[in-house]
């Protein structure tokens, strides 16, 4: 999201970005802990520091910004073969009706 969404690149702030300001409110120009542990070694955990675009590892130990988030605040897209499924039985339920009529 940083970087497509908000058109950012490496070495820029979130302060540059208009769309971003609008998306999300008391977003800190600082470093977030993103949630997944470094796999070679547990002690660590990948951060993302929204001053810079920086991602990287650090010790737990110390304190950064979290992001609390939950299921359901994005609304829920459709895949292509879903969409493509509804509409082959929507043609195949339509043919049938007319059918009937004929």
Do not use: C, H
Not at 45 to 53: H, I, K, P, R, V
Not at 93 to 100: D, E, I, K, L, P
């Amino acid at each position: 999201m940083y970087y497509t969404e908000g058109g950012l690149s490496q070495g820029s702030s979130i302060t540059s970005s208009a769309v971003l300001s609008n998306l999300f409110t008391n977003m800190q120009n600082s470093v977030y802990w993103s949630g997944t542990e470094y796999a070679p070694n547990p002690v660590y955990a990948w951060f993302f520091d929204t001053s810079d675009g920086l991602q990287n590892v650090d010790g737990k130990v110390n304190s950064y910004y979290a992001w609390a988030v939950r299921s359901g605040d994005v609304a829920a897209v459709p895949e292509p073969g879903v969409m493509a499924l509804s509409g082959v039985g929507a043609l195949a339920w339509a043919g049938t009706r007319a059918r009937r009529r004929g």
